[in-house]
């Protein structure tokens, strides 16, 4: 198993955004109506074969190459039109990669685009980069820039998305646009009047339908036409809440929805125990080839392999085997020569924080200090609900640090985040039995994540 599921979790380090038009909830329910009254919602990849490719190959192909098309969507983009983007992409001269590629649940980057994007680009070691990917669904584009989004890189995507004259236009078409929108440094400027276009024309559609009695109106119709009604009535219930979030105090703590927890209660908790078995051996091979005499925190990180290996094996769900995720990056970190901070506090799957930041949990008065991805840091900048680890607990859908510490090591220690000091560890608070008595008084009659 390749090791590729490292960071397949990992956020893009992607800045979002500084002037977004429309917040993502609202720009995804026009997007839905768009393609409901147009030419309909893209079919998701799974009718397309599995990608064989791994981090480590794509990155292999990007060396000789800035494009890679995976052989499943070689038709979609043919030879000849990857060496035009190729030659596009150089005459630009800005690190530009392409890498298209079907995503599903189980492969090697977690089905996610987001994955796909973190671990090539791991694999490739590069920064500045600017990565443009196929997206969940292989129908539309992804972007990402590593250090930060100087070129609207996000925005660009973003865009193409919403262009008329590409609603219809293959994949090629729609990353050259892409990378035009990028050397041009018109991302945002395009992106916000294409969205803007979008809430006019919506705004001014008839809300009635006076063919539904007709004769030879079709149910097929009349159920398309009632679902898109129904998600311009969700458009209009998003606005009310985004127009009642700007008008609450800076400060105020915000809820999760449950959406947010949507992709969590179909997560693939097979592929994860993959992912931290793979990372368990991948910090036992630094092991391997660590020098004791040169390596100070050598048996910090032998602590960590220990204990990573202990929760993998008891591990019961979702939240155990983020455990072992963070544990496995606590022993890098005490490898490593200079600090580095812990996974993602709001889901370690995000990989390894950016900064810390202070957030206030809701229904409490302090704020606490967590070290948090570029994503989740954007998010709470924005008064967004970050997208955070979920887990069931007495029959309720909750945050996981919302769980009584006395039943979660991983709500008392925020997987790293709320460590007291330089002395406390995860791997310590396994060894002394802390992993062992939470999970011995959790409830039996919760289902496991």
């Excluded at 800035?66 to 038709?75: E, G």
Aim: glycine share 8%; aromatic share 4%; net charge neutral.
């Amino acid at each position: 198993m390749s090791s590729d599921r490292t960071t397949a979790a990992a956020t893009a380090a992607t800045a979002a955004p500084r002037h977004r038009p429309l917040p993502g909830l609202l720009a995804a329910l026009l997007l839905a109506c768009a393609a409901l009254l147009g030419t309909g919602a893209p079919a998701r990849a799974d009718a397309t074969p599995a990608t064989t490719a791994t981090g480590e190959s794509i990155a292999a192909a990007l060396k000789t190459s800035p494009v890679y098309v995976d052989p499943a969507f070689a038709a979609a983009v043919t030879p000849a039109q990857q060496q035009q983007i190729a030659e596009q992409i150089a005459a630009t001269g800005l690190p530009i990669k392409v890498v298209l590629v079907p995503l599903q649940q189980g492969d090697a980057f977690g089905g996610r685009a987001k994955g796909l994007s973190a671990v090539v680009q791991e694999r490739l070691g590069q920064s500045p980069l600017i990565m443009i990917t196929s997206d969940d669904y292989g129908s539309w584009l992804n972007g990402y820039e590593w250090p930060s989004d100087t070129h609207q890189v996000r925005d660009s995507a973003n865009a193409v998305s919403l262009l008329k004259e590409l609603k219809d236009a293959g994949l090629a078409a729609k990353v050259g646009r892409a990378v035009e929108l990028i050397s041009t440094g018109k991302g945002t400027e395009v992106y916000k009047a294409e969205a803007d276009r979008v809430d006019r024309e919506y705004s001014a559609r008839p809300h009635t339908d006076d063919t539904a009695g007709a004769p030879g109106s079709s149910s097929s119709s009349t159920g398309l036409f009632a679902l898109a009604a129904v998600l311009v009535l969700a458009l209009v219930i998003g606005a009310a809440l985004v127009a009642r979030s700007r008008r609450r105090p800076r400060h105020t703590a915000f809820t999760f929805p449950d959406a947010v927890f949507a992709a969590d209660r179909a997560a693939d908790e097979a592929g994860l125990r993959r992912q931290a078995a793979d990372e368990v051996l991948a910090l036992g091979t630094l092991l391997d080839g660590a020098d004791g005499s040169t390596t100070p925190g050598l048996g910090r990180a032998l602590d960590a392999y220990d204990a990573a290996g202990r929760v993998l094996d008891a591990a019961d769900g979702l939240p155990d085997l983020a455990g072992v995720l963070a544990l496995a990056a606590e022993g890098r970190a005490a490898l490593a020569t200079e600090p580095r901070l812990p996974l993602c506090f709001f889901d370690p799957r995000h990989g390894t924080a950016a900064r810390r930041t202070t957030w206030r949990p809701l229904g409490r008065r302090e704020r606490v200090d967590v070290a948090v991805c570029e994503d989740c840091a954007q998010a709470l900048k924005a008064r967004r609900s970050p997208q955070v680890l979920a887990v069931r607990d007495q029959g309720r859908t909750v945050p996981y640090f919302e769980v009584p510490a006395d039943r979660s090591l991983w709500a008392a220690t925020g997987y790293g985040s709320l460590l007291s000091g330089p002395d406390d560890t995860l791997a310590a608070r396994v060894t002394t039995g802390a992993f062992t008595r939470t999970t011995h008084r959790r409830r039996p009659t919760d289902p496991k994540d």
